[in-house]
């Protein structure tokens, strides 16, 4: 199993990106997956989660500003950050949840957005 990111970068306070995360193996479809994130010296935590038919659910800390998507014909889940602050700035992993718990974690994609 594998969890490819992409799509980070440095950004200006008030842009936007997009990051993906490719998925191998045959449990993407029906995994619940999410998005979490850490930056230095803080604890990982959760930004968002998708469900297998696409409900999703939000730290309060984005609602509003962060988008989650998936296309299970692709194996592939996005997510989409508007109105990024230099507080977002961090290390974001996608991962994969199983009986409620992440199982499988990609290598994580870095954000900066500077002032």
């Known amino acids: 199993v594998q969890l490819v990111e992409s799509g980070g970068g440095l950004v200006q306070a008030g842009g936007s990106l997009k990051l993906s995360c490719v998925v191998s193996g045959n449990f993407f479809r029906v995994a619940t997956m999410g998005w979490f994130r850490q930056a230095p010296w803080k604890q990982r935590e959760l930004v968002g989660k998708i469900t297998s038919i696409g409900d999703t659910n939000y730290a309060d800390f984005v609602t509003g500003r962060f988008a989650i998507s998936r296309d299970n014909a692709k194996n592939t889940m996005w997510l989409q950050m508007n109105s990024l602050k230099p507080e977002d700035t961090a290390l974001y992993y996608c991962?994969?949840?199983?009986?409620?718990?992440?199982?499988?974690w990609g290598q994580g994609t870095q954000v900066t957005v500077a002032s």
């Open positions: 991962t994969s949840f199983a009986c409620g718990r992440p199982a499988y």
